[in-house]
């Protein structure tokens, strides 16, 4: 047990550090949240559309509902693609950060292209299964159905935990990878659930804090003080956004780590000194060890 959360530490201590040393780390989680919120805005705007013919009854509301909901499984599938391509985009880059390269953020982009049919059908696995859970959940009234929609998503959560990462350098189908992934989640068990602990306690207190002031500038506010009211709020505002963006690509790096440690044993801060020594560098194409 020590040794799992001196790794875990290890481990999230590298996902911070990579961060600091090159910020285009955060380009793949901004795209990601901007491209997914212009999805949804483009989801209301459609059903802006169809509400009107609610009000003819009939028929007219059963085809708009109906168009509703194939509008709705689009932009859900639309988003999970999303989520799933940036995110392969991200490991794709940490792992080149991680074995010694100096990567751009054009370089993580060319990875997940390279493996882009394989990511569609794996975003079409989760996208199904996710929305699956979510429709039984529906059926049960009450805590049931509570139970249901977030255990069912935790379980699924950590059995695909490593699914994106499989995908990207293992030569085996999405359906395989799901397997592949789970057995590599056991495998890691201790230091997978310790690392994301921390990283979710690290990220839980930067967001605590967000709120802490937030709270207090609405309070200088109200109590006269706006100017110093209305900086406390937007730096609060400012804080939750840069601990989300820090946080989605802290836990891609992390996802990136593990993986590599379930497939070699190595813990990465031990093998970051070396390399970042001139020389060591690996061509762009080179499997991961």
């Not at 040393?21 to 559309?49: K, N, Q, W």
């Not at 751009?104 to 996208?127: E, H, K």
């Not at 690392?195 to 605590?208: D, E, K, P, Q, R």
Request: charged content about 10%; hydrophobic content about 55%.
């Amino acid at each position: 047990m020590p040794g799992t959360f001196s790794d875990s530490w290890k481990l999230t201590k590298t996902s911070f550090r990579l961060i600091a040393e090159d910020r285009a780390l955060l380009v793949f989680p901004v795209v990601a949240g901007l491209s997914i919120l212009g999805v949804f805005a483009l989801f209301l705007l459609g059903a802006l559309v169809l509400l009107p013919g609610v009000e003819n009854g009939g028929n007219a509301v059963q085809v708009d509902y109906f168009l509703g909901f194939l509008l709705f499984v689009a932009v859900y599938f639309i988003a999970t693609f999303i989520s799933v391509y940036c995110t392969a985009a991200l490991i794709g880059a940490a792992t080149l950060k991680l074995n010694g390269q100096q990567p751009t953020a054009a370089d993580g982009w060319r990875v997940a292209r390279a493996r882009l049919s394989r990511l569609l059908a794996w975003a079409i696995i989760t996208a199904t299964v996710g929305l699956l859970i979510q429709l039984i959940a529906s059926r049960v009234r009450g805590i049931g159905g509570m139970l249901i929609a977030g255990v069912g998503g935790a379980s699924w959560s950590l059995i695909t935990y490593f699914a994106i990462p499989v995908v990207m350098y293992e030569d085996q189908s999405a359906w395989a990878s799901l397997k592949r992934s789970g057995h590599l989640f056991l495998t890691t068990f201790g230091r997978s659930l310790v690392t994301n602990l921390v990283l979710g306690l690290i990220l839980g207190a930067g967001i605590v804090g967000a709120v802490l002031l937030g709270v207090a500038g609405l309070l200088l506010w109200a109590g006269g003080s706006v100017a110093l009211g209305v900086i406390l709020v937007v730096v609060a505002v400012t804080l939750v956004v840069l601990v989300a963006l820090i946080g989605a690509a802290a836990e891609g790096i992390v996802r990136a780590a593990l993986y590599r440690y379930a497939t070699t044993g190595k813990i990465d801060p031990d093998l970051l000194p070396a390399a970042y020594r001139p020389g060591m560098a690996r061509p762009f194409n080179a499997p991961l060890p």
